[in-house]
């Protein structure tokens, strides 16, 4: 279970936050905190905090397609991520 919310803040800027149930821990309650500014029409930068864990991220916009990269930090390891979205309908 989840449960959100996002406003716009300064120009071309997100916040977030967000509080979900972790059912791989046991159902533990985990915060999300973000910010994200867009820096171009193409270009995006993220910051923000998974229970009290720091993570950062850039995302493309490229015609009908999105690439994001994000490094998470975790109590036990450390993620990288790189995930692609293609638009159908754009």
Do not use: P
Not at 29 to 55: P, W
């Amino acid at each position: 279970m989840t449960l959100g919310y996002s406003l716009v803040c300064t120009k071309n800027g997100r916040l977030a936050a967000e509080i979900m149930r972790d059912s791989s821990q046991d159902g533990k309650m985990i915060t999300l905190l973000g910010f994200e500014k867009k820096v171009s029409d193409k270009a995006s930068l993220r910051c923000g905090s998974r229970d009290g864990q720091m993570s950062y991220g850039l995302g493309f916009n490229l015609n009908q397609s999105r690439i994001d990269y994000a490094f998470v930090r975790n109590r036990d390891t450390d993620l990288q991520k790189v995930s692609g979205v293609f638009y159908f309908d754009e």
